[in-house]
């Protein structure tokens, strides 16, 4: 009870935020989002974020130290992505955060910015994407390329450590039917993409505004 507690309020707090996002991307726009609208992100969310929690606690029981590589791996590459996207684009430092604060104190901020963002990321697709180089430091444009290579790299990542749970399994899971559970968790996080292609291509309250839709992007 407290597990489906705990989800359904870690669902609720991403549906928020992916609101919040759409408001700050879209300000100069009233924003109108649908019962449809709400129900797509609900879904979408549920079935990535229970999927990805539950891959990794099974990859976990049986391979305890490799799971810590996994997540550590995980949070490095999304925490230093935003450092390195500033640094190839060669602009300046921001120093529009707070005029109180020092670089030193500007940089302590950015570093708990970018680490959110990856605690974010390890789980489930950030709503708003951090992008230094911009005042507002959140990319404004949607990027179609980077979003289907974070899915499509996620779900053969949520493949492969399934399949690691699968060849590994102990005896624990004797009673559990490892072919059907790893293909209800792999066909969930496809659930999960699909509604969020229904959200983009339908749904999405400023879905007028894309320079291109869901499909012409794919």
Known sequence: IFMVLS???????ALRCNILAIKIKYDDYDIRVKPAAYLCIFMWRSFEIATRVTVLVL???VLRIWVFLIVLLNFLCFFFYP????????????????????RVGTTIVLCLLTFLYAGINMFCWSAAQVELSDPDLISKSQNWYRMTVYYIVRLMENAFLLLMWYIYR??????????????QLLIGYCMGIFFMLVFYQFCHPCKKLFSSSVTEAL
């Open 170 to 183: 102990t005896d624990f899971y004797l009673y559990v039917c490892a072919p059907m559970l790893f293909l």
């Open 59 to 61: 990859f976990g029981s």
């Open 7 to 13: 989800l359904l309020s870690i669902v609720y707090g």
């Open 83 to 102: 450092w390195i996207l500033f640094w190839l684009s060669k602009s300046p430092f921001p120093e529009n955060i707070e005029k109180e604060l020092s």
